[in-house]
């Protein structure tokens, strides 16, 4: 008997905690005016009573959408869209590294890759040693085609593979086919050469 009087007890409770039903027959206004609505009423958050408090808005209800400067309203139609245009996202940042024998994924068989197209500098040449000095002089001569005689320049010639086209054996032929950045690199390699 005791069980059935605290069951009795919570039911009884939660139908006297019950809160009224909200009034929404302002809502569907047959006029069609846009006024506001109506004061609503809704009933109090805590205590035992079931007064009612009348609801009042503190600000005015603008009829569409309060938007900032940067956001465009789009009307299609019935329908009101936000459209918040977005920003630029920054260009990626690019870190030039040059190549070095740790990082460079591709294995060239020249000393100086680039030595037919740019002039090479007097830092680049003055810490080869006398062995990659006489290389770089003769890169410029294999590119061309010169069929080399001594033994030191066919292994120079054997070991660029397929970037060797034999030509001449004609240095003279060879350096009139030279253009002025491969003159100007065969003149200082010699000076290097000679120091």
Not at 106 to 123: C, E, G, N
């Amino acid at each position: 008997m005791y069980l059935n009087s605290k069951i009795g007890e919570k039911i009884i409770s939660r139908v006297e905690n019950k809160k009224p039903p909200v009034d929404i027959s302002h809502l569907n206004n047959p006029s069609g005016d846009s006024q506001l609505p109506p004061p609503q009423t809704a009933a109090t958050p805590t205590g035992t009573s079931n007064s009612i408090v009348e609801y009042q808005p503190s600000q005015s209800v603008e009829p569409r959408p309060n938007v900032s400067s940067s956001t465009q309203v789009l009307q299609q139609g019935s329908e009101t869209a936000l459209q918040t245009p977005q920003s630029p996202s920054p260009p990626p940042v690019t870190i030039y590294q040059p190549p070095s024998a740790s990082n460079s994924t591709i294995a060239s068989p020249w000393l100086f890759p680039d030595s037919s197209q740019r002039i090479l500098t007097a830092q680049e040449l003055g810490v080869l040693s006398q062995e990659d000095l006489w290389r770089a002089r003769n890169e410029l001569f294999a590119r061309r085609g010169y069929i080399f005689k001594t033994a030191k320049g066919k292994a120079l010639a054997a070991s660029l593979g397929n970037a060797y086209s034999p030509l001449s054996t004609d240095q003279d032929t060879i350096l009139v086919q030279m253009n002025p950045v491969e003159k100007a690199n065969v003149k200082a390699i010699q000076q290097f050469e000679n120091k």
